[in-house]
């Protein structure tokens, strides 16, 4: 079960740096705000954030010391957290444009 899980989450990483990958390259073209939100969501949250937390897992599992365990949980709590709120304000964008009450 435990290899099940590792494949899905390692799937899911990759997945979240292609796509905030390939968002990002379309928001150099089109200069447009929520392109650039998003794709920023996706490698935060999904790719950095969910690998720092596989790697706590797996560094945790292996016996590494509190102050890796600290830093690994402190990157991936900031980079799940600012994925979150890049996701929050691009979805407004996209799709309450000019409203001000989604943000609140």
């Known amino acids: 079960m435990a290899f099940v ?4 989450f390692s799937l899911f990483i990759v997945a979240s740096f292609v796509l905030g990958g390939r968002l990002l390259l379309l928001w150099r073209r089109t200069h447009e ?3 650039l939100l998003i794709g920023l969501a996706f490698l935060l949250g999904g790719g950095i954030g969910f690998l720092s937390w596989l ?7 292996a016996g590494a010391g509190s102050e890796v365990g600290t830093a690994l949980a402190l990157v991936g709590l900031a980079a799940t ?6 996701n929050g ?10 409203r001000r009450w ?3």
């Open 5 to 8: 899980q590792l494949v899905g």
């Open 33 to 35: 705000v929520p392109e």
């Open 55 to 61: 790697t706590l897992a797996v560094a945790l599992e």
């Open 81 to 86: 957290c600012l994925g979150a709120l890049t």
């Open 89 to 98: 304000v691009g979805i407004h964008l996209i799709f309450r444009p000019g």
């Open 102 to 104: 989604p943000l609140v």
